[in-house]
């Protein structure tokens, strides 16, 4: 079985006879091909794993640094170690930094940035 790179996720399809069924697989390695491309633009997909180990005073703002090199467009909540919510600040995020607040004091979280 051949191996392919990300800059080359579907096989090709020279070595296939002409005829319908070279067709059909070029259609269909085409379709893929554009499906793949927008799955791997997905937010998620370029996305990392930060944490806080203390976001301090209940629902007071904290930051945590990323290294998306944008500002994300969300998180998800990985782990918390106590019963509470984290949620945006409303400060804007930057190309360095997620502001939030935690609902629980003395918080140690686990987000998923993208």
């Not at 079985?1 to 096989?11: G, I, K, L, Y």
């Not at 203390?54 to 994300?72: M, W, Y």
């Not at 998180?75 to 607040?101: A, C, Q, R």
Request: with cysteine; aromatic share 8%.
């Amino acid at each position: 079985m051949e191996n392919f790179t990300a800059q080359q996720p579907m096989p090709t399809t020279e070595m296939l006879p002409d005829g319908p069924s070279k067709r059909f697989a070029i259609v269909l390695t085409r379709a893929l091909a554009r499906i793949w491309a927008r799955i791997a633009r997905m937010p998620f997909n370029n996305s990392e794993t930060v944490s806080a180990s203390d976001t301090g005073t209940a629902d007071t703002e904290f930051s945590i640094i990323h290294h998306l090199g944008r500002a994300p467009q969300g998180f998800l909540v990985l782990n918390i170690d106590k019963g509470g919510v984290v949620y945006d600040s409303g400060t804007t995020w930057t190309d360095t930094k997620i502001y939030l607040k935690c609902s629980a004091a003395n918080a140690a979280v686990s987000l998923r940035v993208f």
